[in-house]
C-alpha cells in the first residue's frame, strides 16, 4: 500500500514540472485580423460553407475561444489586393486571397493557385499535402516573414464570358479582357489587352464596355455578379483553372506565437474548408448554369479544338519562359510538372475512361 502511494506520489512530482508550461499555454487566448481580397457578403469568398468566414468561427469553436479571429472583407480594413503587405509587416494576423495575386512580387505564387492545363481539384490537392506542394510554399514564403495554407477551392472554372463569340483563335486579338494569373500573360501573347480587376468591378467594366470580356469562376458566382447581363456567350473548357486554391496567408511571427494546439486547430480548420467550399461549389453550379441558359438567354458553348490547341501551345512556351527566367519558379514548375506527369497517368486509366463512359 505504502509503495503504490510512493510510486503514484513520485511520478506525479517528476511530471508536474513539465506540464506546468502546457497548462499555461493552453489558457493564452489570441485575439487576431484577417483581411480578404474580395467584397463583403461574397459567397465563397467571404461567406458561406467552407469560406473564411466560416473558417473563423470554426476555429472559435474547435479552441473553445481560445483564438479569435476578426474577419474584414475588401475594403473594410485595408484595400482589396493589400493583404500580402498588410499580414507580412504584421498589421494583420491573416489574409483570405489567391496566391497569383502576388506574381507581381513572387513569380512561382501562381502556382499555388493554379496552372493553366494544370492539376484539377485532386491532383492539386495530393500535390499539395502530399507531393512536396506545401514544403515548396513554405519555402519561397518564408524569407517575407509569411505562411500560407489552402483554404479553398472552386474546383474547374469556366473559361468566361464573352461579348462576341469566339471562333477562331484571331477572336481574341485586341480584346480587353478581364483575367488573372498565368492565363492572364498566355492570353497577352495572343494580343489580348488583360487587366486585373476585383470581383466587384468586373460586372460594370463589362456593362460600360471597358472590357470585352471577363473570366471569374462559374455559374453560381457569375450569376450572383450579374455577367449574364452583360454578356451571352459563355465559354467552357477549364484550361486556365482546372482548379483554383483560396490562400491563408498567415504573418509568420503570429503563427510561432500559436502553441501546437492552436496550430492544429488553424490547419485542419483549413483543410476542413478546402473541402466543403469545394464540394458547395459542386453542388450549386449546376442549376445555376441550367438558369442562366433557360431564363437568361446565355449560350453556353466549349470552346473550339483548335483554339484550345494552340492556348496550349502558348501556355507550354509562357510557363517554360518563367521558369527560365526565375531560379524560384523553375524550383517550383519543375516539381510541379513533375508531379502532374505521374498524377495523369494515374488518372488516364482512372478518372478519365469513366468520364469517356459518360460521353459515350
Known amino acids: 500500500m505504502e509503495r503504490r502511494k510512493f510510486l503514484t506520489f513520485g511520478a ?12 499555461v499555454r493552453a489558457q493564452e ?14 459567397p ?15 476555429v472559435a469553436a474547435m479552441s473553445d475561444g481560445r483564438l479569435t479571429i476578426q474577419h474584414f472583407a ?10 500580402f503587405d498588410a ?5 494583420v494576423e491573416m489574409n483570405a486571397a489567391n496566391a497569383y495575386f502576388w506574381a507581381g512580387k513572387l513569380p512561382a505564387a501562381q502556382y499555388f493557385t493554379t496552372v493553366p ?15 512536396g506542394g506545401m514544403e515548396l510554399w513554405d519555402e519561397l514564403y518564408a524569407p517575407l516573414g509569411v505562411k500560407a495554407l489552402p483554404m479553398g477551392n472552386t474546383g ?21 479582357m478581364r483575367i488573372p494569373g498565368l492565363a492572364g500573360k498566355v492570353y497577352a501573347a495572343l ?10 468591378e468586373i460586372f460594370p467594366a463589362l456593362e460600360r464596355g471597358v472590357i470585352d470580356a471577363a473570366e471569374f469562376v462559374g455559374p453560381y458566382q457569375d450569376r450572383r455578379l450579374g455577367l449574364q447581363n452583360a454578356a451571352k456567350y459563355y465559354y467552357t473548357t477549364g484550361w486556365h483553372e482546372p482548379s483554383n486554391a483560396t490562400e491563408l496567408l498567415i504573418n509568420k511571427v503570429a503563427w510561432e506565437s500559436l502553441p501546437d494546439d492552436l496550430k492544429a486547430i488553424v490547419q485542419v480548420a483549413a483543410m476542413a474548408c478546402n473541402l466543403e467550399s469545394h464540394t458547395w461549389c459542386e453542388a450549386n453550379n449546376a442549376a445555376a448554369l441550367k438558369d442562366l441558359v433557360e431564363n437568361h438567354g446565355v449560350q453556353a458553348n466549349v470552346l473550339p479544338a483548335d483554339v484550345v490547341a494552340r492556348l496550349k501551345e502558348v501556355t507550354d512556351q509562357i510557363l517554360a519562359e518563367g521558369a527560365a527566367a526565375d531560379p524560384a519558379t523553375k524550383k517550383v514548375h519543375d516539381a510541379f510538372m513533375a508531379f502532374k506527369a505521374e498524377h495523369d497517368q494515374w488518372s488516364a486509366i482512372s478518372e478519365r475512361p469513366y468520364h469517356n463512359s459518360l460521353a459515350g
Open 12 to 23: 506525479a512530482a517528476v511530471s508536474a514540472p513539465l506540464a506546468a508550461p502546457a497548462i
Open 29 to 42: 487566448a489570441f485575439a487576431w485580423k484577417m483581411t480578404n481580397a474580395y467584397s463583403p457578403s461574397s
Open 44 to 58: 465563397f469568398y467571404v461567406e458561406g460553407p467552407g469560406s473564411p468566414t466560416d473558417f473563423c468561427k470554426k
Open 74 to 83: 475588401a475594403g473594410e480594413l485595408i484595400p482589396a489586393l493589400e493583404g
Open 87 to 91: 499580414v507580412r509587416d504584421g498589421t
Open 117 to 131: 492545363f494544370g492539376l484539377n481539384f485532386q491532383g492539386m490537392n495530393a500535390w499539395l499535402y502530399h507531393g
Open 156 to 176: 474547374v472554372q469556366m473559361t468566361g464570358w464573352f461579348r462576341k463569340p469566339i471562333e477562331s483563335i484571331d477572336d481574341f486579338k485586341d480584346l480587353k
Open 191 to 200: 494580343g489580348v489587352d488583360v487587366k486585373l480587376l476585383p470581383g466587384g
